[in-house]
């Protein structure tokens, strides 16, 4: 059985409630349950995690190195400046998928970037929560490469 690793940054924690025009109404409860089913229906085990904290996000990545088979990964706002993030990324031989629920490309100029994307193998947005089955596919189909 494949294991992935669901990983959400800062301020994710809050989704139900925050600005609902672009992250919906369901709560990271709700999209860890559905992708946690979802895994569970294509034989993987997902383990879900969530930090608002860069250096604990950091070291969830560094721990996750021999441990998974990849990561699905919503960066939040660390998606757009932190180099520290793309380096642990980087440094860990495990396939991640950067996943946004927002087009992040359709959004204000500060959120078009991202300095995690260069390291991960694919990147899905705009799919809503969607996404995360999206990303956590493109893992198992990579896997199975």
Do not use: W
Request: with cysteine; hydrophobic share 40%; proline share 3%.
């Amino acid at each position: 059985m494949k294991k992935i690793l669901l990983m959400n940054g800062p301020n994710l924690n809050m989704l139900g409630q925050r600005d609902p025009k672009f992250y919906g109404t369901d709560t990271l409860a709700d999209i860890e349950a559905m992708v946690v089913a979802y895994g569970a229906e294509r034989g993987a085990q997902v383990d879900c995690f969530q930090s608002n904290h860069e250096g604990v996000l950091i070291d969830r990545l560094h721990a996750a190195h021999g441990n998974y088979d990849g990561i699905v990964y919503n960066p939040g706002a660390h998606t757009h400046y932190s180099y520290a993030l793309h380096d642990a990324v980087e440094t860990i031989d495990v396939p991640v998928v950067e996943i946004h629920i927002s087009d992040i490309s359709q959004r204000e100029e500060f959120r078009r970037t991202s300095v995690i994307a260069p390291a991960c193998i694919a990147q899905v947005k705009g799919l809503g929560k969607d996404g995360y089955l999206r990303a956590l596919d493109i893992l198992l189909e990579e896997e199975a490469k």
